[in-house]
């Protein structure tokens, strides 16, 4: 089997010559950009400045780690992606040299950053997003009022675009026409089309709206629905026969359960969910990969009943999220796509080869696993976790 090939037959729940390998697949399967350094040191590829991707500050996965790496699945876009990223004819000239967290990297032409006289360095992207000193990450300015976080336009004057602009779907088409004929992977596309995260009035202040005014809330939430089928539509006109996965996020858990309660998300999001996953079968063969970080096992099995495909990253430390409980609950109805390294569970090397052993055998077993870590593997990640976490892999991936 190539690497597409592979990847399909996951998708149809039939069991592949191998477990996929989903690292660098998606944008929440992926590595810090200093993390990813580390990768080029443990496949022995030549080692080049990584290319900033996103505000996460994913590594773009070059051609030949891919290779090196085996993996089967290859991210192409996403609005979350810098559009230099985008693997075209003029691929090179999109990037320049900037030099962050004291290593050389590459980053898009158009971006600006600021380094302050206390070392915080400042992303300009629009909305300025903030590296304090001593961190890798880069986040939106702090909210100091939280008064100021509750205040929300009118669902009325709330219209999310239909379409996705006809330049932006021809380039999308030929770029997956290109690699699809170019290439023998699995093409995954990132998350494109308005989603269900819709917070009006910050993260605070639409908590406060479920609670006081849940019909103000779903009246957004369904105008974020029909923006997001109708773009589904055009995406799938445009790359539908090329691409095997389209990507969609929203985080309900934290490490302990869902943060707003199960029975708070069954009254405002389950509808939504089960009409855009049902309708979404029924437009496209791309399957949904769904990414939600923590603890929502106790949604899980309505995800399933909504029509969800595939279920990232599987956050084994958060409660009730063992690989085992998972896969004998839902592994005939869910792919799970990474779980195999989580950062707070590994003290030393011969830990993490063992629980990534032990993960990959529970969660690929009959099929519907593709391997990667939980999330984006961070900076801090050690070499040798890396290279525990591949031969593992390679060690127990055939069945």
């Keep these: 089997m190539n690497s597409r090939q592979r990847v399909q037959t996951v998708l149809q729940r039939k069991v592949p010559d191998r477990i996929p390998c989903g690292l660098g697949g998606c944008e929440t399967a992926g590595l810090h950009v200093l993390a990813y350094e580390k990768l080029q040191s443990v496949l022995g590829v030549d080692k080049k400045p990584p ?18 790496l085996e993996a089967d699945i290859l991210l192409v876009d996403s609005h ?6 985008l693997r075209g004819a003029d691929y090179e000239s999109q990037w320049k040299e900037q030099t ?16 302050r006289s206390d070392g915080t360095v400042v992303w300009k992207t629009g909305r300025d997003l903030v590296c304090p000193p001593g961190s890798f990450f880069f986040d939106a300015p702090e909210v100091t009022d939280l008064t100021a976080d509750f205040s929300y336009v009118d669902p009325e004057n709330y219209n999310p675009p239909h379409s996705l602009g006809e330049e932006f779907l021809r380039n999308l088409e030929e ?37 006081e005014e849940p019909e103000v809330m779903k009246a957004f939430l369904q105008k974020s629905l029909e923006s ?60 949904s990969n769904f990414h939600s970080c923590g603890s929502i096992y106790s949604i899980l099995g309505d995800l399933v009943e909504c029509g969800l495909d595939i279920y990232n990253p599987v956050q084994l430390s958060a409660t009730d999220m063992e690989a085992s409980k998972l896969k004998n609950e839902f592994g005939d109805k869910l792919i799970f796509w990474g779980g195999a390294y989580d ?25 519907g696993y593709i ?13 040798s976790h890396l290279s525990e976490m591949i031969y593992a892999w390679r060690d127990v991936r055939q069945y």
């Design 100 to 115: 962050l967290w004291g290593r050389t990297l590459k980053v898009a032409k158009s971006d600006v950053f600021e380094t």
């Design 80 to 85: 979350r992606m810098c559009k230099a990223s």
């Design 228 to 287: 997001a089928l109708a773009q589904l539509v055009v995406l799938d006109q445009a790359v539908g026969k090329y691409v095997d996965i389209l990507s969609i996020a929203h985080d309900f858990g934290d490490n302990k359960c869902v943060t707003i309660g199960d029975g708070l998300w069954r009254e405002i999001y389950k509808p939504f969910y089960m009409e855009l996953f049902t309708r979404w079968g029924q437009i496209t063969s791309m399957k």
């Design 371 to 383: 391997f990667a870590g939980v999330h984006n593997l961070t900076p801090e990640i050690p070499e």
């Design 175 to 211: 770029l997956t026409k290109k690699l699809y004929n170019e290439t023998e992977y699995s093409l995954c596309l990132g998350e494109t089309i308005t989603d269900l995260q819709i917070a009006p009035g910050g993260a605070i202040g639409s908590m406060v709206l479920m609670m």
């Design 343 to 367: 950062s707070q569970l590994f003290v030393n090397d011969e830990s993490v080869y063992k629980s990534v052993a032990d993960t990959i055998r529970v969660l690929g077993k009959d099929g």
């Design 51 to 68: 290319r900033l991707n996103t505000f996460m500050s994913n590594a773009v996965f070059e051609m030949d780690v891919l290779d090196k």
